[in-house]
């Protein structure tokens, strides 16, 4: 009987894949409405949803019943206007000259942050919707605290206030409660207003920090918003790359640009299909960076479960790493290297590369095929 073959699918070949569990979206989302309490919990679509793809994000979350999301430019918002048509849709960049259409067609609602932004939107000459954003002690975005009571005094109202905290990664940070205590003076200025205060990390703060409205963003995607806590925050993407070819290399060799590696051993080396045109940073390099004296031994992988750890510098399309320890004959070329998500966190993976899990997704390339679970 003849075989059968089954045509492979893109991400079956591809040489860099992404593999993002909707289902762990949701339950982030959900985990975070409960703790948020009596406030709507919105979502933060931002960045392409952090690069996992806003319009797939967005739409499994409304489908869950949120229905606020937080974008920052208009073109985010368009597109997510396209697929969400009822939902309603902040663009934190605010409003400026040549925005206007787009705003009022798409139906989206500027965060405004200066006097400059809101000359513009009293030029458009109509009623629409707005929020006002206010700094609160982050020295950012926003319009200054002093300034909540004469703006309270215009005749149009905005339809949310809203602030960000500088530490909300931190629970004992003071700036915390100094930035809350600041925001209850506009809320007082703008009572009967929904007001928005906590992003992911301050919606662990308590309630004090929850007002009407919160915004989660990096927790959806599996990160830890509490720097050094763990909590029920499920992974979200676990990223791969092919290996292209195994070579065996003597003792005395070196490894990649610079020569920074000199092999201790005889060794054999997965080379492999990602590099920092895709958002697998340079400084997750074995050697041969500045980053290495503050992040002892840069990044690694896993195969099977194993870790395997960079060697040599990680160059524009490829990374090596070392696998001599895995059984001979255990690793082929076009098997996968899981660079994070399986045996290794997000959270483990920036560290890793002396950053953060908001650098480390949003910094990930268009070459990854991505599939959504």
Not at 77 to 101: D, F, K, M, S, Y
């Amino acid at each position: 009987m003849d075989q059968i073959l089954t045509k492979p699918t893109a991400f079956d070949i591809a040489p860099a894949r992404l593999t993002i569990d909707t289902n762990a979206v949701v339950a982030n989302w959900q985990t975070l409405a409960g703790l948020s309490g009596k406030a709507e919990t919105a979502a933060v679509l931002k960045a392409d949803a952090y690069g996992l793809g806003a319009t797939e994000i967005g739409r499994i979350l409304h489908h869950a019943g949120c229905r606020t999301f937080f974008v920052v430019t208009v073109d985010e918002g368009r597109a997510l206007r396209r697929i969400l048509p009822t939902a309603r849709i902040i663009v934190l960049a605010g409003l400026w000259r040549g925005w206007e259409r787009q705003i009022i067609e798409a139906d989206l609602i500027p965060a405004l942050s200066s006097q400059e932004q809101l000359s513009d939107f009293r030029a458009m000459g109509r009623s629409h919707p707005f929020v006002l954003n206010f700094d609160t002690g982050m020295n950012r975005m926003g319009f200054n605290v002093t300034e909540a009571a004469g703006l309270a005094e215009m005749a149009e109202k905005p339809v949310m206030v809203m602030s960000h905290l500088a530490c909300a990664d931190d629970r004992v940070h003071p700036l915390n409660a100094r930035q809350r205590q600041s925001f209850e003076a506009v809320q007082r200025a703008f009572e009967g207003i929904e007001s928005s205060l906590a992003s992911s990390g301050a919606i662990f703060l308590g309630s004090d920090y929850h007002c009407d409205l919160t915004r989660p963003g990096i927790a959806l995607y599996g990160g830890q918003p509490l720097s050094g806590e763990t909590n029920a925050i499920r992974q979200v993407v676990r990223c791969e790359a092919r290996i292209l070819q195994i070579r065996d290399v003597k003792a005395g060799d070196f490894v990649s640009y610079g020569a920074t590696h000199r092999l201790a051993r005889d060794s054999r080396l997965a080379i492999v299909g990602a590099g920092y045109a895709d958002g697998w940073q340079r400084s997750m390099s074995g050697s041969g960076v500045a980053l290495r004296h503050a992040v002892e031994q840069g990044g690694s992988g896993t195969i099977a479960g194993e870790m395997v750890p960079v060697i040599g510098r990680v160059t524009m399309d490829l990374t090596i790493f070392d696998i001599t320890d895995l059984p001979e004959g255990s690793v082929c070329p076009g098997d996968y290297v899981s660079l994070f998500g399986d045996g290794i966190s997000l959270d483990d993976a920036a560290h890793a590369a002396g950053t953060i899990s908001y650098e480390l997704l949003t910094s990930l390339g268009k070459r990854y095929e991505r599939r959504y679970l």
